[in-house]
């Protein structure tokens, strides 16, 4: 994956042309595994998803090590754009449905549930990544304030979401831009530092006796006597259960899960510092704002004054300059931003996307596990996988099979890529064409 970055220098390494590197204040590295080891379980994956196995799995007193072939952080994870909302990338309408009540009910509850955890977490831990600023409005693209309050009232009456309609008064208040007609305003969801976020969690495990091993890419996987033995260039893990958490970024460990997700590429810039004014003219809320488009502009404002601003998705290549694009995409919202807004960072980042929109959590056989496919929907849904499957591992809990619905699912290679290009097109023309 390559990245790209419009200014350089200032971020520790490791981290591309991430904005988020130049926050830490920390430059914490974890040794690469050299030699053997041995535990009880093995995550591969330094990701939301792995370390929030391992934290839970030390939190349940489960010996557990962690191998990254990178940093802690490096993949999607470290370099999302820090909106913390409950929800699935497949919609609470379309799991009840295709689920019915109780299991779409279960299942939304888990990510509500996460969400109050990670609160729960930052403060326990005393984890530095704020500022955590609530509420996350949703503005409508398209002028169809029945469709707004029919999915407000499906998602407080079946799941107690707490959605409040902003009318468009309110939002063009807030967003100073005639894009926009009617809002959905979610007051418990926030926003924050997500790589500070993800390190801090990292800190907190190994700090509770979680082995974290960084620059440890895992090459081979095979099963070793009632156990399994992993493989890095200079090491070895031997354990009990091997839980697999590395998205879509390189080979799948394991060949199953080579084509259970399609790699999704989107993409953020970051501003350079705007003075008071020229937000008030433009965006005059701290809320995180996202668009109702199938695939939408979403954005915040950040610390010192800079705009974080994100949107598109790629199926192959990136955009020529992502900065550029990014620009063009806010002065298409925000026309008063031009000539004011200079990027300062910006980077692409991969979505691991199965088929049904749904993450994919279980077991591949006897203490092999995936934990996996969090395109769409990362902080909340894979601080809610972790708990699963620590939960799974040390107390023999039968939670994750709540995902037997969302098995591994066949993406189709490249040729499902090809197809998802062609869905992705249909679905910007019908945004294009307001229908
Ligand atoms: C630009 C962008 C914006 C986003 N915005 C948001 C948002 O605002 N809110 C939200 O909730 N979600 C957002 N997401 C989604 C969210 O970031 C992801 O769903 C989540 O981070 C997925 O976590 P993960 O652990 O599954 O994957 P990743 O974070 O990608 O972690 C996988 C890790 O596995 C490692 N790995 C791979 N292969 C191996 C191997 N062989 N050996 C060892 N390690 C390996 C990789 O190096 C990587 O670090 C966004 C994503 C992107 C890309």
Redesign the pocket.
């Known amino acids: 994956m390559t990245t790209q970055a419009a200014k350089t220098g200032g971020y520790i390494s490791g981290y591309d042309g991430n904005y988020y590197a130049t926050t830490l204040t920390e430059n914490r590295e974890w040794p690469a595994l050299d030699g053997a080891q041995e535990a009880e379980v093995c995550i591969?994956?330094?990701?939301?998803?792995?370390?929030n196995t391992l934290l839970g799995l030390r939190e349940r007193g489960i010996d557990a090590v962690l191998?990254?072939?990178?940093r802690?952080?490096?993949?999607?994870?470290?370099?999302?754009?820090?909106?913390?909302?409950k929800g699935y990338a497949a919609g609470e309408g379309s799991l009840l449905a295709k689920y019915g009540m109780d299991k779409a009910k279960t299942l939304v509850s888990l990510t509500k549930n996460a969400r109050g955890l990670i609160r729960e977490r930052i403060q326990k831990y005393d984890i530095d990544c704020g500022p955590v600023i609530d509420g996350v409005l949703t503005v409508s693209w398209h002028d169809q304030p029945g469709a707004i309050v029919d999915a407000i009232k499906t998602a407080n009456d079946h799941f107690d979401l707490g959605f409040e309609f902003k009318t468009r008064e309110e939002v063009r208040e807030m967003c100073r831009t005639s894009r926009y007609h009617d809002g959905i305003f979610s007051p418990h969801d926030y926003q924050m530092n997500?790589l500070k976020f993800l390190r801090g969690l990292a800190a907190a495990a190994d700090k509770i006796g979680g082995r974290i091993f960084e620059q440890?890419?895992?090459?081979s996987l095979s099963k070793d006597g009632a156990g399994w033995l992993v493989k890095?260039a200079q090491g070895t893990v031997r354990a009990k259960h091997v839980v697999l958490?590395?998205?879509?970024?390189?080979?799948a460990?394991d060949k199953r899960l080579q084509f259970a997700a399609i790699p999704v590429q989107?993409?953020?810039m970051v501003t350079e510092p705007i003075s008071e004014d020229a937000y008030a003219a433009s965006l005059n809320t701290r809320y995180a704002i996202y668009d109702s488009r199938f695939c939408s502009d979403?954005y915040r404002r950040l610390p010192e004054g800079r705009l974080l601003w994100?949107g598109r998705v790629g199926l192959f290549a990136h955009p020529d300059n992502i900065a550029e694009a990014m620009t063009q995409d806010m002065l298409k919202v925000y026309p008063q931003l031009r000539g004011v807004v200079k990027p300062a960072f910006a980077w692409?980042?991969?979505?691991?996307y199965a088929a049904h929109k749904m993450p994919m959590i279980g077991k591949l056989e006897d203490g092999l596990w995936y934990n996996?496919g969090?395109?769409?929907?990362?902080?909340?849904?894979?601080t809610a996988g972790g708990e699963i499957v620590a939960a799974a591992i040390a107390a023999g809990d039968t939670g994750y099979r709540a995902f037997d619905d969302f098995r591994l699912s066949f993406t189709g290679g490249k040729a499902g890529r090809y197809g998802a290009q062609m869905v992705y097109l249909w679905w910007k023309l019908r945004d294009h064409l307001n229908i």
């Open positions: 591969v994956g330094g990701g939301l998803a792995g370390v191998l990254e072939s990178s802690i952080g490096w993949g999607a994870s470290g370099r999302n754009a820090g909106f913390v909302a997500p440890s890419a895992v090459t890095t958490s590395t998205a879509v970024y390189g080979d460990v989107t993409y953020i979403y994100g692409s980042g991969l979505l691991s996996t969090y395109g769409g929907h990362g902080i909340c849904p894979t």
